[in-house]
């Protein structure tokens, strides 16, 4: 059965959104109207927990399989200067949101490469974010760290700036399989790192990594999860490596014939899952593992695990507000994206406006439709009906979805119990396409513009 069952998943697998949003980010459009954002921000109501994404799009050397919002550079003005538009920029969001008792629970540097600022730079947006915010205490302060770039001293200031979580991006420790990628990046460094941090007092340590590269195999993936762990990282990322070389040409670079076919991938992920939970890790969600008493697990366990564009997180802000060039936030009328393009970006902040250049508006039928993704993805099982009835629909309002699901029942991925809907547990690769089943904006899922998604494996 189990056998039958991998090769279902094997021959159904397809393109589908990551759903780390919803409606998702292709649906965004352009914002005309520039009162609409500021609207937003003063509708939040008073005393409202905010959740800051700050975005550092700048990187000293490209890896190949890099999907993020980034450019290269080698030299440090233009990222000095970009340090000091999000600091104008701070300024501009608090000035909008006005002085109604928010307060800062969450905030996360992401990139690109955040610890490309240097110690002072950093030092100066915290200063800048705490002038102008309540940072809660206790709040979460969590930053992107690259090992080829850190130093004792970048260390040091987060320490002092409050930083109290690091995510380490790893992606491999094999050297065959980090060349090829072009990241060489010693194990070494890794465990320096982590000895920096913790010397420092930063215990909280999120290790990244990828399946799906060039030349991995279940032994080299289970090879660097054992290198991993042995660094005791609380939690851990196996992130699918998505191929577009359409989207992102430096994707060209990477030799094809090295990749990991679907069957491949699929082992790759066990492998890597086997060797995590073995050694102790529990799954969360799709693609995270931490220790079992981490707050991630809790949050699982408790039904309260949220999903966002930084992958799983318990945070239970009101809203998420993107600070830099193409930044995402999240507010309870929809999302919204700053301006991509640097010189746009740069442009509107020195004339002391918000940057917000793409929206997209939700309504109740979106929460609705969001709400019951967001549970699929989080808990591996929904309650269909109670979801409706809490959004403000009758119960029977995603019958017919539910209707589209029995296909998938049918093939051993999931039970339906009335409206309520559980992954089989050896299934959950393809919790992805079951929410798709949900996605109003897909009028056929089986149509799906395979430029667009990553495969659910
Ligand atoms: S360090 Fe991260 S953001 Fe920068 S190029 Fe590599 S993968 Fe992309």
Known sequence: MRCNLRETMLKLDRPVPRYTSYPTAPHFQPLEDEQLYPQMLADLPEGARLSLYLHVPFCPKMCWYCGCHTKVTQRYAPVEDYAHLMMREIEILADAL????????????????????????????????????????????????????????????YAKNGVNRISLGVQDFDNTVL????????????????????????????????????????????ATIEKAISLNPDRLALF?????????KHMRLIDENALPDKTMRFDLFEAGAQTLEHAGYIPVGIDHFAKKDDALVRASKEGRLRRNFQGYTDDAADALIGIGASSIGFLPGGYVQNAVDMPVYRERVLAGKLTVAKYCPID????????????????????????????GFAQEHLDSEIEAVVRYADLGFIEIDGRRLKMNPKARMMVRIIASVFDAYIPNVDALAPQRHSKAI
């Open 240 to 248: 699918g490596y998505a191929h577009v070389p359409w989207m992102k």
């Open 364 to 391: 109740d039928e979106d929460r609705l439709h969001a709400g019951v993704i967001e549970r699929l993805m989080c808990d591996f099982g929904v309650d269909v009906g109670a979801q409706c009835a809490a959004y």
């Open 179 to 222: 060349e090829s990628v072009n990241r060489p990046q010693p194990f070494e460094l890794s465990a320096q790192a982590v000895e920096w941090f913790r010397a420092q007092g930063i215990e909280r340590i999120n290790m990244d990594l990828l399946y799906g590269l060039p030349h991995q195999s279940p032994e080299t993936m289970v």
């Open 98 to 157: 006005g002085s109604r008792g928010h307060k800062i629970s969450h905030i996360h540097f992401g990139g690109g490469s955040p610890g490309m600022l240097r110690a002072r730079d950093f030092a100066f947006v915290m200063d800048r974010v705490r002038e102008n915010f309540t940072v809660e205490a206790g709040a979460e302060i969590a930053i992107e760290i690259d090992p080829r770039e850190l130093t004792e001293g970048r260390v040091a200031a």
